[in-house]
Structures are given as C-alpha cells and as structure tokens.
C-alpha cells in the first residue's frame, strides 16, 4: 500500500510536460519564439499601418501633422524593419532545413549567429540607403 502511494506521490508531483523553465535557453529555441513574435508583431504593425491609411483617405484624419519628425514614429519604423528583415533571413533558415540541411548542433548554432548578425546588417544598410 506505502509503495502504490510514493507512486501516486511521484506521479503528482512531476511536471505534465516539459516547460521553458526546465530547459537551459539556446540560441535556437530563442530565434524560434523571436521568429513567431517577429511573425505576430509584423502582422499587427501592417494591420494599424493599413487602418491608418484607410482612415486618412476616407476623412483627412492627422493630414497636418508631420510623422516623419515624431521620435516615436522613427522607432518603431525602425523596429519593424528590423523584425521583417530578422523574420525574412530566419525564414531562408527555415526553408534550408525543410530540404534537410543544417540540423547539427553546430550547424543551428552558427546559421542561428549569422541570422542575427545578418540581421542586424541589413537594417543598417536598409537605412543607411533611405537615409
């Protein structure tokens, strides 16, 4: 009877599924989830982008104030750039392994580096050329 309960007590105690905080974070796991919030945060960002055009066209809402010059506008045009370029040069990682290529650990890791370094160079170069 003592055994059948240290069962039901083990049993009880252990996690249903491993979660995020059992795991150490690697550089994989943390492009994945930045991919899909990236993914989550494009799609909201082109959405308000699309209603705000659609409202200026349809009453002339804010046509005189000048959102080039607004720090806040600069930001986040910034920001969404960068997290289309990040999700663009993630996403050929991902068609990569979809052909079966890269799954090495020193593979994922070195394709994961060149990802963010990548990244973070064509948004300069982007914004280097607009600017």
């Known amino acids: 009877m003592k055994k059948m309960q240290a069962k039901q007590e083990i049993y009880e105690k252990r996690p249903t599924s491993p979660h995020l905080s059992i795991y150490k974070p690697q550089i ?15 799609f909201l960002a082109l959405s308000l982008i699309a209603w705000y ?5 349809s009453t002339g ?4 104030i000048d959102l080039n010059s607004c720090i806040v506008v600069k930001l986040a ?6 997290a289309s370029i990040y999700h ?3 996403g050929i990682r991902h068609l990569f392994w979809d052909v079966g290529y890269g799954f090495s650990i020193k593979a994922m890791n070195c394709t ?3 990802v963010v370094v990548l990244s973070i160079f064509f ?4 914004w280097s050329f607009i600017v």
Do not use: D, E
Request: proline share 0%; hydrophobic share 50%.
């Open 112 to 114: 994961g580096w060149v």
């Open 53 to 57: 055009m659609i409202l200026i066209q």
């Open 28 to 42: 994989s796991s943390t492009l994945s989830i930045l991919h899909r919030f990236t993914g989550v945060m494009m």
């Open 77 to 82: 045009m910034y920001i969404i750039s960068y």
């Open 123 to 126: 948004t300069f170069a982007f």
């Open 88 to 90: 663009f040069c993630n």
């Open 61 to 64: 809402f804010c046509t005189g």
